[in-house]
T-cell receptor
Framework: KQEVTQIPAALSVPEGENLVLNCSFT??????LQWFRQDPGKGLTSLLL?????REQTSGRLNASLDKSSGRSTLYIAASQPGDSATYLC????????????FGRGTQLTVWP | AAGVIQSPRHLIKEKRETATLKCYPI?????VYWYQQGPGQDPQFLIS???????DKGSIPDRFSAQQFSDYHSELNMSSLELGDSALYFC?????????????FGPGTRLTVT
């Protein structure tokens, strides 16, 4: 089974700060590592997908990196804004074509003005 | 772009009743996944279908069943509902490639069992 851990569980920062959210997983034989955003009581919005052959992906102010050998991924958020406040979840598969995702518990981010 | 559609968005049932959740994947996606997210919990994989056949099974209770139809939509049937079944149920779809593929999630169905 793939175990996914996210640190920290919660983070509260002032607007404008650069942030790093951490995700670790136990099985390095993954195909995909996805980062999601979830607003309270809402669905999951895919932010970035890193495939096993890649080391990082960027979208706007977001950058995600993947280090399979150490079982880690980081999500970097530049110049944070109050609208970034949400829970961020990472999810990894287990390197098979079955594709089920194993989720971490998420990091609850609050960006205050 | 078309997204994953789930219906209903909210559902209230009493204990021991049955519920049916529906999922319409992104057009041309061939794989559907179901996940359950309890209050304050991370999403847990229930079951998936590839080309209308069950492809993987997770922690899905025997009281639940699911299938994927010829038009690729999927239904999750839940019987003898219990209070602990109250959760957000997500459907995701993907287009399977040689390796893993990105999953796109629907908005979820919030099931409340009273």
């Amino acid at each position: 089974k793939q175990e996914v851990t996210q640190i920290p569980a919660a983070l509260s920062v002032p607007e404008g700060e650069n942030l790093v959210l951490n995700c670790s997983f136990t099985d390095s034989a993954i195909y995909n590592l996805q980062w999601f955003r979830q607003d309270p009581g809402k669905g999951l919005t895919s932010l970035l997908l890193i495939q096993s052959s890649q080391r990082e992906q960027t979208s706007g102010r977001l950058n995600a990196s993947l280090d399979k050998s150490s079982g880690r991924s980081t999500l970097y958020i530049a110049a944070s804004q109050p609208g970034d406040s949400a829970t961020y979840l990472c999810a990894a598969d287990r390197g098979s074509t079955l594709g089920r995702l194993y989720f971490g518990r998420g990091t609850q981010l609050t960006v205050w003005p | 772009a078309a997204g994953v559609i789930q219906s209903p968005r909210h559902l209230i049932k009493e204990k021991r009743e049955t519920a049916t959740l529906k999922c319409y994947p992104i057009p041309r996606h061939d794989t559907v996944y179901w996940y359950q997210q309890g209050p304050g919990q991370d999403p847990q994989f229930l079951i998936s279908f590839y080309e209308k056949m069950q492809s993987d099974k997770g922690s899905i209770p025997d009281r639940f069943s699911a299938q994927q139809f010829s038009d690729y939509h999927s239904e999750l049937n839940m019987s003898s509902l219990e209070l602990g079944d109250s959760a957000l149920y997500f459907c995701a779809s993907s287009l399977k490639t040689g390796g893993g593929s990105e999953q796109y999630f629907g908005p979820g169905t919030r099931l409340t069992v009273t």
